[in-house]
Nanobody, 121 residues
Framework: QVQLVESGGGLVQPGGSLRLSCAAS????????MGWYRQAQGKQREWVAS???????NYADSVKGRFTISRDNIKNLYYLQMNNLKPDDTAVYYC???????????????WGQGTQVTVSS
């Protein structure tokens, strides 16, 4: 059974930084691209960034140049370094496997609780 635990969120001022972590279990996660997603209040969940098994990365235009995704295959941990945060980045952030590399879409039916990121002065 796949288990995902996101952490590292918090309240930060605009321009600040946060690093999110995702602890994942299950062999499927070691064999698939992984992604970060976010859902702002009242909006649908959207894809943020992906990382392939070999380390290739892909980002949504809205975060390109500000966010960096990485993974530790030995520890089965995934990270999202977020710099120059903006109020529009405020959302609950989730991690999960990526089904479609081009779009970042995930076919996952099980999601973790996510971690809240709030960017506000």
């Amino acid at each position: 059974q796949v288990q995902l635990v996101e952490s590292g969120g918090g309240l930060v001022q605009p321009g600040g930084s946060l690093r999110l972590s995702c602890a994942a279990s299950g062999t499927i996660l070691r064999r698939n691209p992984m992604g970060w997603y976010r859902q702002a209040q009242g909006k649908q969940r959207e894809w943020v960034a992906s990382i392939g098994v070999g380390g290739s990365t892909n980002y949504a235009d809205s975060v390109k140049g500000r966010f960096t995704i990485s993974r530790d295959n030995i520890k089965n941990l995934y990270y999202l370094q977020m710099n120059n945060l903006k109020p529009d980045d405020t959302a609950v952030y989730y991690c999960n496997f990526v089904s479609n590399w081009s779009t970042g879409q995930s076919a996952a039916t099980t999601w973790g609780q996510g971690t809240q990121v709030t960017v506000s002065s």
